[in-house]
């Protein structure tokens, strides 16, 4: 990705923009934020892989999902690297201890995994900064669950995507189908509602809209519609 180093990169205040897109599972907010971030030049954190990669370097080496001390160990030390590729579907190439294991994190037990590590404080508490370092020139798009209203507060733009649990359901279950993946779309449907409930209700950082946020419903919208709206609210904002 093109690095542009000028003062025309930073906005009115001095600071690097970073656009916040949160939202719940299968609401799209990954595609969008890997479009967007292509459209600006901008970089990108997916901050659910980072949950992701964390419940899975506990299976790796054997650490109990329960044990908040040891999972904040792991957060605080994740050797991850993340290689941008030319391929639309798999935007990014994730490697963990010098494994690939870009499909492997995609799964839903992966998802469910990152559910129940992500409602940990001392989790939390470990990738909050990690996160933050993601916000270099000439930008940043963010990616996740609690991006305007913990990780990036004062945000240039906050936008929360959101859509009926039946359309993330169907969308996921084209999704991995097209990528040679069996699933079953009512286990998806279930496991969809089953992730609202625990990402909406944690007692640490529950998914929800900043209060200033764009909230954008894509249920009806085709991708396309959504990735519209979502670039002319983003230069909007960053030309003010």
């Keep these: 990705m093109t690095q542009r180093t000028s003062s025309a990169c930073l906005n009115q205040s001095g600071s690097i923009p970073v656009i916040a897109i949160d939202g719940p599972s299968g609401s799209g907010k990954g595609t969008i934020a890997h479009r967007l971030a292509a459209a600006l030049g901008f970089q990108i954190l997916d901050s659910g892989a980072l949950y992701r990669l964390v419940g899975l370097a506990a299976r790796k080496h054997q650490v109990d999902l329960a044990d908040e001390a040891a999972l904040a160990q792991i957060a605080a030390h994740l050797d991850v690297v993340f290689l941008p590729t030319q391929d639309s579907q798999e935007p990014l190439q994730i ?3 010098g494994e690939q294991v870009t ?5 839903d037990d992966a998802g469910t995994d990152a559910s129940r590590v992500a409602k940990l404080p001392g989790v939390r508490n470990a990738l909050i900064q ?3 370092d993601f916000a270099r020139l000439p930008g940043l798009i963010a990616d996740g669950r609690d991006m305007g209203t913990v990780v990036f507060p004062n945000a240039t733009l906050k936008i929360y995507l959101t859509a009926s649990a039946e359309a993330r359901a169907e969308r996921r279950y084209k999704q991995l189908k097209d990528k040679g993946m069996g699933v079953s779309l ?3 449907f279930l496991s969809i509602q089953s992730r609202d409930e625990q990402d909406m209700n944690r007692s640490v950082a529950p998914l929800k ?3 200033d946020a764009l909230i954008i419903d894509s249920t009806e919208m085709s991708l396309d519609e959504v990735f519209n709206r979502v670039l002319a609210s983003a230069k909007a904002a960053l030309a003010e």
């Design 95 to 97: 490697l963990l201890e």
């Design 103 to 107: 499909r492997l994190i995609r799964t």
């Design 130 to 132: 990690r996160q933050r």
């Design 186 to 188: 009512h286990a998806l």
């Design 209 to 211: 809209p900043a209060t």
